[in-house]
């Protein structure tokens, strides 16, 4: 291993998936518990929420959301099967498709935002300050803009979570 990451990042890059990992557990516990439906759900009808027209093409979810194009498209059909989204053909290229929040979709964000919420601010707002917050953000949002404008690699490395040292 030729390429040393230094130990504040690299314990950062740590507590960021450290952080990450049980946050996404937490969450998923809580709307479990509460016979709602699992995260990516709320992922994949909050891009849509916020897209014009409350519409987005699937090309672009794919961009919005951390899952796969196949995993994607899997769960686009559960939502439409469970009538929180529909999918609408592009009309100006015939091969696309958007995808639409219904009503239900609405109603199922606000079912699910309460108990997101409420592990957000007991996990997350008690223990991160507002600057600590404002400096996360700022920073995560370069590493991401970053690594966004790096060219793809078709055979990345599976590791993150650190060197061996």
Same mark, same amino acid.
């Given at each position: 291993?030729?390429?040393?990451?230094?130990?504040?990042?690299?314990?950062?890059?740590?507590?960021?998936?450290?952080?990450?990992?049980?946050?996404?557990?937490?969450?998923?516990?809580?709307?479990?518990?509460?016979?709602?439906?699992?995260?990516?759900?709320?992922?994949?009808?909050?891009?849509?929420?916020?897209?014009?027209?409350?519409?987005? $093409? !699937?090309?672009?979810?794919? +961009?919005? /959301?951390?899952? *796969?194009?196949?995993?994607?498209?899997?769960? #686009?059909?559960?939502?439409?099967?469970?009538?929180?989204?529909?999918?609408?053909?592009?009309?100006?290229?015939?091969?696309?498709?958007?995808?639409?929040?219904?009503?239900?979709?609405?109603?199922?964000?606000? $079912? !699910?935002?309460?108990?997101? +919420?409420? /592990?957000?601010? *007991?996990?997350?707002?008690?223990?991160?300050? #507002?600057?600590?917050a404002e400096a996360i953000d700022a920073g995560l949002?370069?590493?991401?803009?970053?690594?966004?404008?790096?060219?793809?690699?078709?055979?990345?490395?599976?590791?993150?979570?650190?060197?061996? $040292?």
């Open positions: 291993m030729t390429a040393r990451v230094p130990d504040p990042h690299l314990g950062a890059w740590r507590a960021v998936l450290s952080a990450h990992s049980a946050l996404v557990a937490a969450v998923e516990t809580e709307l479990a518990e509460a016979s709602l439906p699992p995260l990516a759900w709320y992922d994949v009808l909050w891009a849509v929420r916020r897209s014009p027209g409350k519409r987005i $093409r !699937m090309a672009d979810l794919a +961009a919005e /959301v951390t899952i *796969s194009r196949g995993g994607l498209t899997k769960l #686009a059909d559960r939502l439409e099967k469970a009538g929180v989204l529909l999918r609408e053909a592009v009309e100006e290229d015939g091969r696309g498709f958007y995808v639409v929040l219904t009503p239900a979709g609405e109603a199922m964000l606000r $079912r !699910m935002w309460p108990v997101y +919420a409420r /592990v957000l601010r *007991s996990s997350f707002v008690s223990a991160v300050s #507002a600057e600590e949002t370069r590493a991401a803009s970053v690594a966004q404008q790096r060219p793809a690699r078709r055979k990345a490395s599976r590791s993150v979570g650190g060197s061996p $040292r």
